[in-house]
């Protein structure tokens, strides 16, 4: 079932309910609540990430804001004119994107940031109510997992669509996708994803929706 977006206390997944409710306790200061999406409705580019992070959007409410990740992806954006102003991990910075709409797949902050398959399929029904009308053209999926519920919210066969950096897909009736490795710290620091491979989807994302 398509939903738009889960209620503040959205009892789909108990676990992510129980993290929830310890971390109300712990820093009752703090969003705490599945994180809305940023951006847009009628965007035509969607950027998917997989889920909040501890200290960033489940303490701020904003998608990727107040974590590293989040420095690069609106660095890009802002390069790239997805975005403007000035991006100070604060959801109050007055950045404001341009054409372009962010969300993550998960809604809610998951142990050790790694949800499990049936918190990605509960949330999926939230992920597709972004999906559909008025459908995105590009969208940009940050990581495996973010890619493949794209898909399957897409009802599109996984295994003709397999993640792969860099790759564009022109799926018929349907946005088109473009995989990406996750700009968490992690990958970066690995080499998995180094800036100029990031600047580079987002160079050819740019292109895509320009000439559509």
């Keep these: 079932m398509v939903r738009p977006a889960p209620s503040a206390d959205c009892d789909f997944c108990p676990r992510l309910v129980g993290l929830r409710r310890a971390n109300r306790a712990a820093f009752a200061d703090w969003h705490n609540a599945p994180v809305a999406s940023f951006g847009d409705r009628s965007a035509r580019l969607l950027v998917v990430g997989l889920a909040p992070g501890m200290r960033g959007a489940n303490r701020t409410g904003r998608p990727f804001t107040g974590d590293h990740a989040g420095e690069i992806l609106y660095r890009t954006l802002i390069d790239h004119g997805f975005a403007r102003g000035d991006y100070r991990a604060d959801p109050d910075d007055g950045l404001e994107l341009i054409d372009c709409r962010i969300t993550n797949a998960v809604r ?75 700009c968490s710290r992690y990958n970066l620091n690995t080499g998995r994803l180094t800036p100029a491979m990031f600047t580079a989807v987002f160079r050819q994302v740019r292109v895509l929706v320009d000439d559509l």
Aim: with cysteine.
């Design 108 to 182: 809610c902050l998951p142990p050790d940031n790694k949800p499990v398959g049936a918190e990605i399929n509960a949330c999926r029904r939230f992920l597709a109510g972004e999906l559909a009308a008025p459908p995105p053209i590009v969208v940009v999926s940050l990581g495996g997992i973010a890619h493949g519920s794209v898909v399957r919210a897409l009802g599109l066969p996984l295994r003709t669509l397999p993640f792969r950096h860099g790759a564009i897909y022109r799926p018929a009736n349907a946005p088109i996708l473009a995989p990406c490795y996750h």
